[in-house]
């Protein structure tokens, strides 16, 4: 009997676990980020793409575990797709401390004044705002020589699924 209330305590917790939504638990994140990064993430993507129509990403923690791993190899460049079929947004800012999380969203989302419906143009600001693009996750490495001669850098790397920026489908997916 009492290994059964144990065994059923367990599933209890186990199943409350589930009830909460993966994008507040606070289980490692994938990346390592606190949840009040987590939430700085998805609030300052969340707020642009309220501005263009798109629905509210969720955090995805392999996103945010894939994000990690290109973020720890501290260079400036896309992963060209070697950590999965996904979207890749990529900033960074030096000194590390003076460019936090929503310095990089930011730059992101300046691009925005550069669309033109008429003659799209994949950027950071239309993978952000991507319609079908419903999962995010990211993560930071300071990386010391990132840019030759300056302070440590702050690298950024946000991993979106499905991934945005598809020749021929900007119409239906952005809103400018």
């Known amino acids: 009997m ?21 994008h507040v638990r606070d289980d490692g994140n994938g990346s390592g980020a606190s949840n009040a990064d987590v939430q700085a993430y998805l609030n300052g993507h969340n707020s642009v793409r309220a501005q263009h129509g798109a629905v509210n990403l969720i955090w995805n923690n392999t996103l945010a575990a894939a ?28 000194p590390a401390s003076s460019f936090p999380i929503s310095a ?24 952000m705002v991507w319609k079908a693009t419903t999962q995010l996750g990211c993560a930071v490495q300071s990386c010391p020589d990132l840019f030759s001669g300056f302070p440590p850098a702050a690298f950024y790397v946000c991993e979106y699924f499905p991934a945005g920026n598809v020749i021929g489908a900007f119409a239906q997916n952005v809103q400018p």
Do not use: K, M
């Not at 059964?4 to 993966?22: D, K, N, Q, R, W």
């Open 104 to 127: 990089a969203i930011q730059a992101w989302a300046d691009e925005a004044s550069d669309y033109q419906p008429n003659n799209p143009v994949p950027s950071h600001w239309t993978q």
């Open 67 to 94: 994000a990690q791993q290109w973020a720890n190899g501290c260079v400036f460049e896309h992963s060209q797709g070697q950590l999965g079929p996904y979207g890749e947004n990529l900033a960074a800012g030096s």
């Open 2 to 22: 009492t290994r059964f209330l144990l065994c059923l305590l367990s599933i209890c917790y186990f199943l409350s676990v589930l009830a909460v939504p993966a």
